[in-house]
């Protein structure tokens, strides 16, 4: 019982020196949270924030297609998110001759609203602990009985607590590295569709140059709707479903901001890792980081290369190509902030006052020296895991290829599956596959990616005769020229672009033609390679940093009871809150809390490929034609502000609100100087980036002529002046 305590109270502790560091659980602020929420100005009370009971603000704030956040903005069902969050859907939309990507898309009329591929909305519904349960049901085990035992009963109560015909959905989370359990219980709603977006030069003005910096000028927004059944139940898509009438849905502010507002942020931040060790810290700087950017760098060239040269490719590659620079950009700033800021060494420091704690303690004495071993037998693959990752898959004809293992197994292996099914479900995913697939950048990708295996891996850890064979057949494996015909050949003679090959194959399925089709032949000799010998190492490690995970920081929170602890992201409904703030980011450089419309014009570059303008934004913008969205003591259009919240990934297209609840922007980014955010918050320079929500309604309105999207809003106006 007391250990059950202890995990169900880590959130209700809190001090104010650390008050903009934390997401919170909104269900479990505690009144030391809530006290000092109110000290820095919320107007709200806690069920206003949020309630199972009656509608409150935790009501209108939705998971949006799985990996960002979205907010309801009217009682129509109206969603506010991210550009970059609805990118796919944008782009799956367009076509050459309606390229809403490039130009903009706004529905005049719901008639016009266009479905949304593979989007869909959850709302939480409620949460429930579930700690007690899954630790009776692991109690005496450890290891990989310990997490085969946790994945049955955590897939028990998923079940449970779902109901498919209802579309509820019930998930249980792991907090704390496993110290404590809630089940969060969602209802999906499947029919979404685009309402408006602006053109992308706005959207993603600034484009890579611009990702994680500030000042920042883009207009990061999408409009989506969610859709119910006419007896007002989730349902797919259909003609005759109708707008959702929810059950709270944001306010909309135009009051505007200023340096030192209170700010708040609700939304479903991804993944941190704040409880790392120095071994972790390590690993990242050294191996991971450098490895997986130094994979995506050359993949994006090649990309690159082919969307610049034509606006279809560039329209079939946008989408692809934004989620890969994003984070190949964000593991740069993250290794060179975790070593500018000391991190590995803040971490060993606590490790050794942790070290004198547990010395008496056997439960936890051989914590860090275990670990320490763990680390060391897992370093010598780790590389070789992101190479894999990143690097060989990093091709999509070889994931795709590699897919393929599944239809192998089922003809080699009878309890493998029906191979009929196996085959026709990769039918199907071919079809996706070819109509995404750009060969003259995946080409180029391929051959670097199999040269720079070949330079950066252990030899001992090649996959068997497969880079002697290539010597053999295609010449010296230190030129280039090697891997590019090497590359060519596979591409021309895989079945996986040959429809006739491919549908002899599939009438007539036979595992030695799939294993001796080149393509497959050379994803399954890096997988069955990786599977064969070095996936156990890796298993391993996983099951071993589970668990001394947990048990450092149960210990953790025994050593020291009253410090501040919440639990890390793990895309689970959370509050954050701080303040709109300007910053210093180095000697005599001072950044303004705010951008503006000016700042834009700036930037613009007519013809460039990330700081072009639609004609009628600068014409817009030149006449200073910014109507009920403009800041008058600023006398110009506010574009972005910053706040002192504390975001990660996952948090993109959350709403940021005044100390009323009212939605005064999205949060769409973090700042250079602060990249080690997912392991390590940093007080002085932790900026959130977020659009003011002036810009995205003047680019509705103004920009877009979409005057019926803003009739349908509750606007917050100033009150008016004599």
């Known amino acids: 019982m007391k250990k059950f305590f202890l995990a169900t109270s880590f959130c209700l502790l809190a001090a104010i020196a650390l008050a903009d560091e934390g997401m919170w659980l909104p269900f479990l602020l505690g009144e030391q949270v809530y006290n000092n929420m109110v000290q820095r100005g919320l107007k709200l009370t806690k069920e206003q924030l949020y309630s199972i009971n009656h509608a409150s603000l935790k009501d209108a704030v939705i998971i949006f297609g799985g990996g960002c956040t979205g907010e309801i903005v009217s009682n129509e069902g109206l969603i506010f998110t991210n550009h970059h969050c609805g990118y796919a859907a944008i782009a799956a939309a367009s076509t050459i001759d309606h390229n809403y990507l490039h130009d903009g898309f706004y529905a005049r009329s719901k008639q016009e609203e266009l479905p949304a591929q593979n989007l869909y909305a959850d709302f939480l519904l409620r949460i429930d602990d579930v700690t007690r349960e899954i630790e009776d049901s692991l109690r005496g085990l450890t290891g990989e009985e310990r997490a085969k035992k946790l994945q049955s009963v955590v897939t028990s109560i998923n079940t449970r607590f779902s109901d498919a015909p209802a579309h509820v959905i019930g998930r249980v989370n792991a907090l704390f590295k496993g110290n404590q359990y809630l089940v969060f219980v969602y209802q999906r709603y499947n029919d979404i569709r685009l309402v408006g977006?602006?053109?992308?030069?706005?959207?993603?003005?600034?484009?890579?140059?611009?990702?994680?910096?500030?000042?920042?000028?883009?207009?990061?927004?999408?409009?989506?709707?969610?859709?119910?059944?006419?007896?007002?139940?989730?349902?797919?898509?259909?003609?005759?479903?109708?707008?959702?009438?929810?059950?709270?849905?944001?306010?909309?502010?135009i009051k505007g901001v200023k340096e030192n507002d209170y700010a708040m942020i609700f939304g479903y931040p991804g993944a941190t890792d704040r409880y790392e060790t120095s071994f972790g810290v390590k690993l990242k700087i050294e191996i991971e980081n450098p490895a997986l950017v130094k994979l995506r760098d050359v993949r994006l060239k090649y990309m690159m290369e082919e969307m610049k040269k034509d606006p279809s490719v560039r329209l079939q590659?946008?989408?692809?190509?934004?989620?890969?620079?994003?984070y190949w950009k964000f593991y740069d700033g993250e290794t060179k902030q975790l070593i500018k800021y000391h991190i590995y060494d803040q971490k060993k420091a606590a490790e050794q006052k942790f070290q004198q704690w547990a010395q008496d303690k056997p439960e936890f004495k051989n914590i860090l020296s275990d670990w320490q071993r763990a680390y060391d037998a897992w370093r010598l693959y780790s590389m070789q895991r992101v190479y894999i990752n990143e690097g060989i898959l990093g091709s999509p004809l070889i994931a795709f290829a590699a897919s393929l293992q599944q239809v192998e197994n089922a003809l080699v292996r009878q309890s493998a599956g029906d191979p009929a099914k196996a085959v026709a479900s990769a039918a199907e995913v071919r079809k996706k596959f070819l109509k995404a697939e750009n060969r003259p950048s995946d080409e180029n990708i391929l051959a670097a990616m199999t040269m720079m295996f070949y330079k950066d891996i252990d030899k001992n850890q090649r996959p068997i005769g497969f880079f002697e064979n290539i010597k053999g057949s295609y010449g010296d494996l230190t030129s280039e020229d090697t891997y590019k015909k090497y590359a060519a050949d596979i591409f021309a003679?895989?079945?996986?672009?040959?429809?006739?090959?491919?549908?002899?194959?599939?009438?007539?399925?036979?595992a030695s033609v799939l294993q001796n089709d080149p393509a497959y032949s050379y994803a399954s000799a890096f997988l069955?390679?990786?599977?064969?010998?070095?996936?156990?190492?890796?298993?391993?490690f996983n099951t071993k940093n589970n668990d001394l995970g947990r048990l450092y920081l149960k210990g953790i929170i025994l050593m020291e009871p009253k410090k501040v602890r919440y639990p890390d992201a793990t895309f689970t409904m959370r509050?954050?809150?701080?303040?709109?703030?300007?910053?210093?980011?180095?000697?005599?450089?001072?950044?303004?809390?705010?951008?503006?419309?000016?700042?834009?014009?700036?930037?613009y570059v007519p013809g460039d490929y990330e700081f072009d303008l639609p004609p009628k934004l600068v014409e817009l913008a030149n006449k200073k034609d910014f109507g009920q969205y403009a800041d008058k003591q600023k006398g110009d259009l506010v574009v972005t502000f910053i706040t002192t919240n504390d975001i990660t990934g996952g948090n993109s297209g959350s709403p940021v609100l005044n100390a009323h609840g009212e939605l005064i922007g999205l949060c769409f980014d973090g700042n250079y100087e602060a990249l080690s955010h997912k392991i390590a918050f940093d007080a002085v320079y932790n900026r959130t980036i977020c659009v003011d929500i002036r810009y995205v309604l003047w680019c509705i309105d103004k920009l877009g002529g979409a005057s019926n999207i803003i009739n349908e809003l509750k606007l917050v106006r100033l009150p008016a002046t004599k």
């Open 575 to 603: 509050i954050s809150y701080g303040t709109v703030k300007s910053y210093n980011p180095r000697d005599a450089v001072h950044y303004d809390d705010v951008c503006t419309m000016k700042g834009v014009l700036e930037k």
């Open 528 to 540: 069955k390679n990786w599977q064969g010998k070095y996936i156990s190492f890796f298993q391993d």
């Open 197 to 253: 977006a602006p053109p992308e030069g706005v959207g993603k003005f600034g484009g890579e140059t611009d990702n994680w910096e500030w000042p920042r000028h883009n207009c990061d927004f999408s409009v989506f709707r969610v859709y119910m059944s006419k007896d007002g139940k989730p349902s797919d898509y259909s003609p005759d479903d109708i707008p959702l009438k929810p059950k709270y849905f944001l306010p909309v502010s």
């Open 493 to 510: 003679q895989t079945m996986i672009f040959d429809d006739a090959k491919w549908n002899a194959f599939v009438a007539n399925p036979d």
């Open 317 to 326: 590659l946008a989408s692809s190509y934004a989620g890969i620079a994003n």
